[in-house]
Each structure stands twice: as structure tokens, then as C-alpha cells.
């Protein structure tokens, strides 16, 4: 599979990712001597950065962190790349003086430390070679402050019994937010949505395969819903009660693209 | 983001420095969306201080040197310590060896060895909307609010690629839109002293990053400089209006924004917040670096209660060459006056635990950037306090 990202430092490398969940930074974060990974908050502390691609979702902390990174590529034990959600000036700065090939916009939570990966910042985009990418949609329904929930049913391919929102397989070339609309008028029988904005796509991982969701705001001027076969059950729910079902991978992460953090 | 003649010549045939420079600009540019750099006048580099930049920003600094030279006025922030009086300070010999090479590496890239956070009191100030990369936040703050002049809040090495290349880029405070109000903050009591600071902090942790719109109360061009750099420690604020004060106040819309009142309880509490001490190892006035009147006032302060605890002040060289007279009362008293360095960069904790101060700024880092414990008081009291 391969994504789009936004190229911050040009350049390009090929390698194996190693992942922190967590912010990360180059001060306090790494040994300058040896280039490990030294905090423990990452999950990899004792790995190398050298001859790997550093994902994590933004960097945090001291300033001091651009100098760091500059001093570990110019000892040969910086990272090939790196990869965030949202890059930030220390550690942005820090791989253009270290030369280091920067990315943006990829939701790091869908990649694993292992992972073969193909970083290309000069033309902007992310490749996983062994992982099969599957394009979705899935559309939040929004009414009077609370987000439609449906639970798979035993005939669906994926995930079932599992809570989900409305979402499809994208085909083709289809426009993602025109499929949205069709699956909600399939799933739920509703009319006269309006639509209110879309969302950085979530990678939601399934072992070799990829999920990428494209997420979609709308507001559903009824709560009077019809299933069709896809699925059993529905709730409307406030979005911060997510967390008390079974429900498909990130599926939180993806309201939350469209909803902000708070859900 | 599109280039001039000039600047794709930089990037492409330049010197090592030039180059990296350009890049540096070019990364900043596309983080922040824009499409073009915009020539600046001057420009203020911070880490200078081998305290926080350490290690690694001494030898990115000392490697740079090497092609590396500014084209525009360059100044830059405090060191860790003041060159000339460090051994009476009982700093570590390897530290202020150290200190002295990345003063050197600034020097060679041509930046004046001003070692200030205060900039505008050094004699050029920017005019009204000059276009600056700035690296101080509250130099940032200052330069905006109360001269008008643009600047984005720069890190260090991006400050430094702009003073090289004399070109920043254009997005965020550069703009018009960038320089609008987001909220009202409206102020119920009349302040003084330790009251703007603390306008400052308490206005810095309700906006975030938002750029406020004060209402209610009057202030010196002194009174902003306390105010605006707490609250651009607490904040990540760039940028204030004061109604019928600042200069693009005018300018500002205000119809339709949100509106936060910061009341004399709001203030007492943001008091006790920054207060953790009991007793004071020390007494610390700066941060930023005081004025010359500032300075005569401490002086005048100091001869009228001698405190029995040491006091340092921190000012620019600049202003301590300029005043002998009120240098020479402050060490009668068993003061030091320092200069290169600032409260919160120099190394205090090597020999201090509490640290008493009427800055704002001060109060805010001490703790974290010192590990000291901070009594965050005015200066009057303080001084009568430690009689």
C-alpha cells in the first residue's frame, strides 16, 4: 500500500520502521553516544535509529532537540527518516540540518516497529510493500450532539458483532464522500443528511492488512434509522461513551478526526 | 513556496551555511504553508547558553561557524553566565570555557556579542512595521505589541537561517490578518508593579497560542515589558493589544470575539501559584534584563533598605557600562550587577535553593530551568522583607 504525506525535509529512504506511540524527544529521548532510543514512554527503548525509520506522532519538548538530531546525523546514528502526524519546528529543523528525510500527515498509529517501509519526502508519500491497503469510508452521524453507532452482523466479511459507525469499501475511483453518502442511505434508510466536514485519513491496522479510513461528518436531521442486512443494532451515543464497546479498530481515532480529541 | 533570483541562488551554488540557511527557511515555510520569504531588518537569535543548548548546540554552533556569516543586524540572547565576572560566581571553569566558545562561534558568524534578551533597549529599534526574525519570546512580544514591528516567534536556528539568508517566512504575525485579535481579555483592577507580570501569566495560561485584546487598565512602555514577557511564557502568545496604547489597538476588530475578565482575586491566586518558597537564598531582578531607569530605580531602592541577602541584577552590557554610579551603589550593598546573562539561563543551582523576584517571567522558569523554589513577590516588599 502506499499514502500520500507531505514532504518536509526532500529526500528518500527505505527501511524498517520502529514506532513510538507516544511524543517524542531528541533531548532526553535518545543517547547521543550511541544513537538508542533511551525513553522508555516509546515502548523501543534500546533500539537504534540508525539504518531505521523513526515514526512517532509529534516531537515534544526542549528546543535543544533540533541540535541533538543535527549531532546524530553528523555521527552517522540518526534515523533514515522520519515519519509524524504533525511535524514540529524542533524536530523539523533538526532533520534539515542532520539531512534527514521528513514526512508529515501519516497517522503513525496504524504502522508497526518491523514494518518494511519506503519513505519518498521529495514527492510526498509513505509505502508499505508488505502490507495490502483497503480504501474505506466511514461516516459519522451527528444528531443533537450524539454519533450513531450500528453493531456488524454475523454476514458482513469483517468484524462482526463488532460496533462500528456507517462506513463501505471504497471501489475504484469512486469519490470517498460520495460512497459515504450511498452507505448511509443503504445502512440506514436516512434522507436529507448534510454534510459537515471530512477528516485526516485513520490507518487502522489488521495485521498485513491496511485499513484507510476516510472519516466524514454529517448531520442526520432524524434519529429514526432502518438497518439493512449489514447490520443488527444501533445506538445513538455521546461520543466519550465509545470506550464501553467492542468496537471495530479506531474507531475513536476516526471520530476523533472529525469531532476533535475530545471524543 | 516561490523564490526570488537571489535566494535560489543561495540554495542552489551558496556556501555550506547558505545553503543549510535556505533549507532551513524552506522547512519552516512548508510547516507554516507559506509562499514566500519576506526581506527582514534585523534579526535576534536565542541559545546562547551553554546551560540549555549544552553539548550539542556548542558543537552545531562551533561546526556552523565555519561558513556560516549573518547579512543583516544580528544580535543574540543571554549566555549561561557573565564573561567577565564568572569565577567571583564560583562558576565551574569547564563551564564558562565552554560558554566562551559558543560566544566566539556568534561572533564569527558576524552577530553582535549583545548577549541580551532586550534587544529594543540597545539603541537601533525596529520601526513600525519592519518585518524581523525574532528568537526571545519576549523580545517577540515586545517588538509587536509595542513597536509594531513583525515577527514571528523563531527558534533559534531558524532566527539564525533568516539572519543569513535576510529573509524570513511570510505567514502567521508577518501578516495583517496574522496580527487580529482572538479574544478580549478585560482587566478589573488598576494595576501596578508585580500586577502586570501577573496580567501576563494569568492571560498567557487562559489564551494558549490566541493573540489577546486587553481592556481596562493603562501601561508604560516598561509596564509591557514585564507583561508581555509573562505572557509569553505562560502563552505561547506572540503578540497583545492594549486599547488606547499600543499602536495597531486601533486597528484591531474586536466585534464578535469572546470575551475573558481576569479579576484582583484572579491575580492574588496566579500569586500564590508561582510562590513556593519560605526563605530566600537569593534576590533576582531581571529576566528580561533591566533598562537603564530600571536600573537607577533599583539602585535608589537598595541604597534606601539594604537587603542582607545577596541580590544579582541582570542587564545588558550595554546598560551596565552606562551606569556606573548605580553599579557602584548595588555592589556597596554587597549586590552584583551581572551582565551577558539572564536570571533563569545563568546556573543558580549550583549555589542557591530559593530565589525571591518580582518577574513574571523569573517566577515562571525559575523552578524548571533552575530547580529553585520561588518567593514571586514585588520588590518594595521584598526588600523590606530582607532588611
Redesign the interface.
Known amino acids: 500500500m502506499k499514502i500520500r504525506a ?4 526532500p529526500g528518500r529512504a527505505s527501511s524498517m520502521a520502529i514506532l513510538s506511540p507516544a511524543p517524542f524527544s531528541f533531548v532526553g529521548g535518545v543517547d ?1 553516544a550511541t544513537g538508542s532510543i533511551a525513553d522508555a514512554a516509546t515502548g523501543i527503548a534500546g533500539e537504534r535509529l540508525q539504518g531505521r525509520i523513526l515514526a512517532f506522532p509529534t516531537g515534544k519538548g ?3 532537540g ?3 538530531l ?2 546524530l546525523g ?1 555521527r552517522g546514528l540518526g534515523p533514515t527518516a522520519i515519519v509524524n502526524r504533525r ?4 524536530v ?2 533538526g ?3 542532520a539531512g534527514i528525510p521528513m514526512v508529515d500527515r501519516v497517522d503513525v498509529g496504524g504502522l508497526r516497529t518491523g514494518d518494511r517501509i519506503v519513505v519518498d519526502a521529495s514527492r510526498g508519500s509513505v509505502e508499505l510493500p508488505d502490507v495490502k491497503g483497503k480504501r474505506v469510508v466511514t461516516a459519522i452521524l451527528r444528531n443533537r450532539g450524539q454519533i450513531l453507532i450500528v453493531r456488524r452482523s454475523e454476514k458482513v466479511g469483517t468484524f462482526q458483532g463488532r460496533w462500528s459507525a456507517i462506513s463501505g469499501h471504497i471501489e475504484g475511483r469512486e469519490d470517498p464522500k460520495h460512497r459515504a453518502m450511498v452507505e448511509v442511505r443503504e445502512e440506514t434508510g436516512l434522507q436529507g443528511i448534510g454534510f459537515r466536514s471530512a477528516g485526516d485519513p485513520v490507518l487502522a491496522r489488521d495485521g498485513a492488512t491496511m485499513y484507510i479510513v476516510d472519516p466524514f461528518l454529517f448531520d442526520a436531521p432524524s434519529r429514526r434509522v432502518h438497518l439493512d442486512w449489514e447490520n443488527v443494532e444501533h445506538r445513538w451515543i455521546r461520543p466519550e461513551e465509545l470506550d464501553r464497546f467492542a468496537t471495530v479498530p479506531r474507531l475513536t481515532d476516526v471520530v476523533a478526526a472529525v469531532l476533535g480529541p475530545s471524543a | 513556496m516561490r523564490l526570488t533570483r537571489a535566494q535560489r541562488h543561495l540554495l542552489d551554488e551558496g556556501t555550506d551555511a547558505q545553503r ?1 540557511a535556505m ?2 527557511l524552506l ?2 515555510g ?2 507554516a504553508d507559506a509562499s514566500r520569504l519576506v526581506p527582514i531588518t534585523s534579526a535576534h537569535v ?2 546562547a547558553s551553554f546551560k ?6 556548542l ?2 554552533l562551533e ?1 556552523f561557524a565555519s561558513s556560516a556569516r549573518v547579512s543583516v543586524p544580528t544580535s543574540v540572547n543571554p549566555l549561561g553566565t557573565d564573561l567577565a565576572q564568572w569565577q567571583a560566581l564560583g562558576i565551574p571553569p569547564e563551564f564558562a570555557e565552554k560558554q566562551a566558545r559558543i560566544a566566539r562561534a556568534y561572533e564569527t558568524m558576524g552577530v553582535r556579542p549583545t548577549f541580551s534578551c532586550t534587544p529594543y533597549l540597545l539603541g537601533v529599534r525596529p520601526a513600525f512595521g519592519d518585518h524581523l526574525a525574532w528568537a526571545e519570546s519576549s523580545a517577540v512580544c515586545f517588538a509587536n505589541s509595542v513597536l509594531g514591528a513583525r515577527t514571528n516567534r523563531e ?4 532566527a539564525l537561517a533568516a539572519a543569513i539568508v535576510g529573509a524570513t517566512p511570510e505567514y502567521g504575525l508577518h501578516t495583517d490578518e496574522g496580527r487580529q485579535p482572538t479574544v478580549i481579555v478585560k482587566i478589573r483592577t488598576k494595576p501596578r508593579g508585580i500586577d502586570y507580570s501577573l496580567i501576563g501569566l494569568v492571560a498567557g495560561e487562559r489564551v494558549g497560542d490566541g493573540l489577546p485584546f486587553f481592556r481596562g487598565f493603562r501601561a508604560t512602555e516598561g509596564d509591557l515589558k514585564w507583561l508581555g514577557a509573562a505572557l509569553a511564557s505562560s502563552g505561547a502568545c506572540g503578540m497583545f493589544h492594549l486599547e488606547g496604547v499600543t499602536p495597531e489597538g486601533r486597528r484591531a476588530r474586536v466585534k464578535g470575539l469572546k470575551s475573558i475578565t481576569i479579576t484582583p482575586d484572579d491575580l492574588t491566586s496566579a500569586k500564590r501559584a508561582h510562590t513556593d518558597g519560605t526563605e530566600a537564598d537569593l534576590i533576582g531582578l531581571g529576566s528580561p534584563q533591566l533598562s537603564t531607569e530600571e536600573l537607577q530605580a533599583i539602585a535608589r531602592l537598595i541604597d534606601r533598605t539594604p537587603p542582607r541577602i545577596p541580590v544579582w541584577v541582570f542587564t545588558s552590557r550595554l546598560v551596565r557600562d552606562g551606569n556606573p554610579e548605580a553599579v557602584g551603589i548595588i555592589e556597596r550593598h554587597g549586590g552584583r550587577v551581572l551582565a551577558d546573562t539572564c536570571l533563569e539561563v545563568t546556573l543558580l543551582e549550583h549555589r542557591f535553593g530559593t530565589v525571591a523576584t518580582p518577574s513574571g517571567k523569573g517566577a515562571y522558569y525559575l523552578p524548571s530551568l533552575c530547580k529553585q523554589k520561588v518567593i514571586f513577590d514585588d520588590l518594595e516588599t521584598l526588600l523590606e522583607r530582607y532588611a
Open positions: 507531505r514532504g518536509i525535509v547521543l526542549s528546543t535543544v533540533s541540535y541533538v543535527y549531532g553528523k511535524a514540529d519546528a524542533v523539523a529543523v532533520a534539515t540540518l | 543549510k533549507e532551513i522547512t519552516v512548508r510547516l536565542s541559545g540549555l543548548i549544552g553539548e550539542p548546540g558543537e552545531f561546526d527558534g533559534g536556528p531558524a
